[in-house]
């Protein structure tokens, strides 16, 4: 119900790929990781662990922030941003906190997109 009031602006993290394949109404995307860079993720943690993988997002993450940080200037600071990953996990924790640190008003959808799905569904 909050995401379709006026003074919210909903913001997919998820990577490109993902949010063209589905998303919420009107959610504009604003990813974390670039699409190659979500796969090298991915396989890392399957292949290599966690703690592997963290390490990895770490360093995309610290050369992506000039991209992070001109798609948050583009936000409008009036109005309240909420942010979801696929399961509202290290995504949109990030960038919930790149925002807040940015001095906007931020949510998190819990249970990221896949709880949305499932509410729709019911």
């Known amino acids: 119900e909050l995401m379709k009031e006026d003074d919210v602006v909903v913001v997919d993290v998820r990577s490109p790929r993902e ?3 589905r998303t919420i109404p ?3 995307n604003m990813p974390l990781f670039l699409d190659g ?3 090298l993720i991915g396989k890392i943690y399957k292949h290599e662990g966690k703690d592997k993988a ?6 995309i993450i610290e050369e ?4 992070i940080m001109r798609d948050a200037t ?3 600071r009036s109005k309240t941003v909420v942010v979801f990953c696929a399961r509202g996990g290290m995504r949109s924790q990030s960038i919930a906190l790149i925002l807040k640190l940015l001095g906007f008003k931020v949510k998190r959808l ?3 997109f896949k709880a949305y799905k499932h509410a729709k569904k019911e």
Not at 54 to 59: L, R, S, T
Not at 64 to 67: A, E, H, S
């Open 54 to 59: 963290m390490g990895v997002a770490a360093k």
């Open 19 to 21: 949010y063209k394949e």
């Open 37 to 39: 860079e979500h796969e």
């Open 26 to 28: 009107n959610a504009i």
């Open 64 to 67: 992506g922030i000039k991209r």
């Open 74 to 76: 583009k936000l409008d």
């Open 110 to 112: 819990i249970g990221g």
